[in-house]
């Protein structure tokens, strides 16, 4: 039986069943970080928020066991006998530059003590714009692998190959590479806690596409340190699926209170907005004063976190993640400038987006037009449609319902008889195709609601797209009717300046006047 296995995608993201000694991950799954002997929260509790799998850090762990000669069960040590990973110690390097161990005694006592999920002992490169360093980091977490490879097998613990590289692309690109041909059992992109904080998830966004675009499909993509609420659908979208995250703890401490996108000061709060346990259960006052105050704010976010999972996961089941997540990214304008980094990447996160959908596309937002789907689908009209016809005939409107284009072709048919073949019905679906009538019943084309009249870039993006299509199929000459009450006016405006192929804008709804102008068009002379 395959360890990871994906089920369903979208965008880039899956929702996939990781198999372990310990029992079987839903992925996307957040582990939350445990400390292995002072827990604020006990690992039983976050099984009844949700989460079945923990992550604890093994070095700690080696540390007592030398000092003391105490041999360690983690499982029995935490008391939890679901699914637990070992973080190595690199947490402690990033920190305090040096650990006492190596990565063959690592791994070992990682084997020992029965972690579920181990990880090598990488060196993180976190946020430096030092280059040097940087690849020096690279360097060493390779080496690492270098020297643990022969450590790892036969075990039943599932290795972690741990990527460097920081901001530099081509680090993690190298890096990457080479952490493949190790074969882990899952990989894990390093260090990118400092460039949350700061919100520079423009960064974590090329961090992601960069190692993604590397790694082999079927094996699941572990993201350090990123247990907040905006950032766990960006990187979900782009193909994150494991993460682990003390946030709840360490933002309790001092007093943020997470909420679906983002934090507030819990001292400044006047009421709690959520129905979890703790929040139904309390006033504001009533936790900021009790002397559990910490324990109830990181309960808090633990369900927080949890709500924010399940909803991921339900947009990915649906199809609408990309809703979902460029209403999440609204929350933050620089989270917002990662979403728009989505264009950039769109072929690579069209890859897991289904042609079908049981839901309709909606466009709302400038990025939305280059949504995968869009251009799926218009992509498909211009390489697989022939059509070998002189006169278009561009309806547009604001309805998704293409009745009206349907009985005009019929009366066309009617009227003109053999001589409609030369004419070509559309609906001008801007911005995200020009749909020939022949295909405007098939999703999306039918499925869709756009936010009218379209934005300067939006209006840009339809001209492009436009004329894409009126050169792909050589029309000579183009009648535009117009029924969408000046919402594509923007539009018409590029119609206007186009008299050597524009013949005509029409705006009056009488079937008849409209054949009349087909008529004058050339049908004759078909
Ligand atoms: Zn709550």
């Known amino acids: 039986m395959p360890i990871f296995e994906v089920r369903k995608t979208d965008l880039a993201a899956r929702i996939g069943r990781l198999r372990t000694k310990h029992g079987t991950i839903e992925t996307p799954a957040i582990f939350p970080v445990i400390h292995p002997f002072n827990q604020t929260i006990e690992p039983k509790e976050m099984l009844d928020i949700g989460f079945n799998a923990v992550m604890t850090n093994s070095y700690m762990i080696l540390k007592r066991s030398k000092v003391t000669g105490e041999k360690f069960d983690v499982h029995k040590l935490l008391g939890f006998e679901n699914t637990i990973m070992t973080d190595s110690g690199a947490y402690q390097l990033l920190e305090y530059g040096s650990v006492e161990t190596t990565p ?18 990488d060196t993180p490169t976190g946020f430096t714009r030092n280059r040097r360093k940087a690849e020096e980091t690279v360097y060493k977490t390779l080496d690492a692998a270098k020297r643990s490879i022969n450590y790892l097998r036969p075990s039943e613990v599932l290795w972690t190959g741990p990527i460097q590289g920081g901001i530099f692309l081509d680090l993690l690109e190298k890096c990457s590479r080479e952490m493949v041909k190790f074969d882990f ?16 998830l423009e960064n974590i966004v090329k961090m992601i596409v960069t190692v993604k675009r590397i790694l082999p499909l079927d094996k699941p993509l572990h993201l350090f340190g990123a247990g907040h609420p905006l950032t766990i659908p960006l990187a979900v979208a782009l193909g994150c699926d494991l993460f682990d995250s003390a946030s709840y703890i360490l933002y309790a401490k001092r007093g943020a209170y997470m909420t679906e996108y983002g934090t ?18 309390h006033s504001v006052k009533e936790v900021r004063e009790s002397s559990e105050r910490i324990r109830l704010i990181a309960l808090h976010n633990l369900h927080i976190l ?19 997540v460029s209403v999440k990214c609204k929350a933050h304008p620089r989270a917002w400038s990662a979403f728009k980094l989505f264009k950039e990447y769109r072929k690579y996160l069209g890859e897991g987006t289904p042609v079908f959908k049981q839901k309709g596309l909606f466009f709302c937002t400038t990025p939305d037009q280059y949504r995968p789907e869009a251009e799926h689908c218009f992509k498909r009209i ?66 869709y609601e756009i936010a009218l009249p379209l934005d300067e870039e939006m209006r840009r993006e339809s001209i492009i797209r436009l004329k894409k299509f009126l050169k792909r199929f050589g029309f000579k000459k183009v009648l535009v009717v117009d029924h969408s009450n000046g919402k594509y006016e923007n539009i018409l405006k590029w119609f206007r300046n186009k008299k050597d192929i524009i013949s005509k804008i029409i705006f009056d709804r009488r079937m008849e006047r409209i054949l009349e102008e087909i008529e004058v068009l050339g049908v004759e002379g078909a």
């Open 104 to 121: 063959e005694e690592i791994v070992e006592f990682e084997k020992s003590i029965g972690s579920d999920i181990g990880v090598i002992l």
């Open 185 to 200: 059992d899952l990989y894990a992109l390093g260090s990118p806690t400092q460039l949350l904080e700061q919100y520079n």
């Open 264 to 281: 507030e000061n819990i001292d400044e709060l006047k009421y709690l907005p959520c129905e979890c346990k703790i929040c139904s259960g």
């Open 306 to 324: 949890s709500k924010e999972l399940k909803s991921v996961k339900q947009a990915i089941e649906d199809g609408c993640l990309w809703e979902y």
């Open 382 to 447: 211009l390489d697989n449609l022939e059509i070998n016809r002189n006169i278009l005939v561009l309806y547009l409107s604001t309805s998704n319902d293409h009745t009206y284009l349907y009985r005009l072709r019929k009366e066309a048919e009617r009227r003109f008889g053999v001589k409609v073949e030369n004419i070509q019905f559309c609906a001008g679906i801007f911005p995200m195709a020009i749909a020939p009538i022949e295909v405007c019943d098939i999703y999306p084309f039918s499925q």
